[in-house]
T-cell receptor
């Protein structure tokens, strides 16, 4: 299994530009999570999906952030317009429900975003 | 967002030493997890704990789910250089939410050969 795949691995952009981060979860997993990691705030859950439906987006910082999951094998996190304070590592993770447990979240390698 | 209090923040030890770190919360969790993050990578699950008082081992790693359900401990015995990384605790089940992980602030471990 290839694991969770994220692209791009690195992104450098200028303030005001649109940024799109992509994630392919592990095949067969029914949950997908987007996290952001910074030195100041640690690992924060932004949004998660179950069976392609957004369940909780209370961690999304503001309206500039949006996430979609058009099918079971693909999700995007979009920032428009981007700002320097959005610079962080963005992780995608997926998991499956097994006998009521879905705590084993498998993380992707992350996208390192730098907004100048 | 909420974070769990994890200590120590960092540890610098000699190879062969044992390591202990802990995580505390003011809230109850139903599941406690321990992850390790290597530089440039995402967190990887080490141990999962499902019951208060549970003690679980994974090789040289041992973790315990606190009896109050508000804390957890991770011990690493006979540390080796590849143990270097950031260790995160995570709690699941806060406020009845069954799918949201709350992460600790992390413990940076450095092991000198």
């Amino acid at each position: 299994d290839a694991g969770v795949i994220q692209s791009p691995r690195h992104e450098v952009t200028e303030m005001g530009q649109e940024v799109t981060l992509r994630c392919k979860p592990i095949s067969g997993h029914d949950y997908l999570f987007w996290y952001r990691q910074t030195m100041m705030r640690g690992l924060e859950l932004l949004i998660y999906f179950n069976n392609n439906v957004p369940i909780d987006d209370s961690g999304m910082p503001e309206d500039r952030f949006s996430a979609k999951m058009p099918n079971a094998s693909f999700s995007t996190l979009k920032i428009q317009p981007s700002e320097p304070r959005d610079s962080a590592v963005y992780f995608c993770a997926s998991s499956f429900t097994d006998r009521g447990h879905q705590e084993t979240q498998y993380f992707g390698p992350g996208t390192r975003l730098l907004v100048l | 967002g909420q974070q769990l209090n994890q200590s120590p923040q960092s540890m610098f030890i000699q190879e062969g030493e044992d390591v202990s770190m802990n995580c505390t919360s003011s809230s109850i969790f139903n599941t406690w997890l321990w992850y390790k993050q290597d530089p440039g990578e995402g967190p990887v699950l080490l141990i999962a704990l499902y019951k208060a008082g549970e003690l679980t081992s994974n090789g040289r790693l041992t973790a315990q789910f606190g009896i109050t359900r508000k804390d957890s401990f991770l011990n690493i015995s006979a540390s080796i250089p590849s143990d270097v990384g950031i260790y995160f605790c995570a709690g699941l089940g806060y406020g009845g939410a069954t799918n949201k992980l709350i992460f600790g602030t992390g413990t940076l471990l450095a092991v000198q050969p």
